[in-house]
């Protein structure tokens, strides 16, 4: 009886642990280079922060950054997603990508100061 119970329990707590595993979304972050002539950072933490997961791109303003101009771009330099945002510091904008194709995407961020972000990002 006292092994079975054991073994309950070593069950369980393995479930817990392949359930919650499982259910954790993993991102990795885009590099972004260049400067923005806008608004400044906060704590020392870049204007615009951007994270890739498996299905969104997920973009972070870290200052008042004013209108900014956003656009992904693939491979052959088609645009497949364009937005203006007004970023605030603590906004984000999430960019929709699942179903996008396989293939290499840039991200491209510009103020109306003559400021831009570039990243590269990939999707299998």
Do not use: H
């Not at 119970?5 to 070593?10: G, T």
């Not at 280079?33 to 973009?59: C, F, K």
């Not at 293939?103 to 990243?119: A, C, F, K, V």
């Amino acid at each position: 009886m006292k092994k079975l119970l054991i073994f309950s329990c070593l069950a369980c707590i393995s479930l817990f642990f392949f359930t919650n595993a499982s259910n954790k979304v993993s991102s990795s972050q885009i590099n972004l280079i260049g400067t923005l002539g806008t608004g400044g950072p906060i704590r020392n933490l870049p204007p615009v922060e951007a994270y890739q997961t498996a299905s969104d791109i997920l973009l972070v303003f870290n200052g008042d950054l004013g209108q900014l101009e956003i656009e992904v771009v693939d491979e052959n330099g088609v645009a497949v997603f364009q937005t203006t945002k007004n970023a605030t510091v603590g906004s984000n904008l999430t960019i929709d990508i699942d179903g996008w194709k396989c293939g290499e995407y840039t991200l491209l961020i510009e103020d109306d100061q003559g400021g831009s972000l570039e990243g590269v990002f990939m999707i299998d």
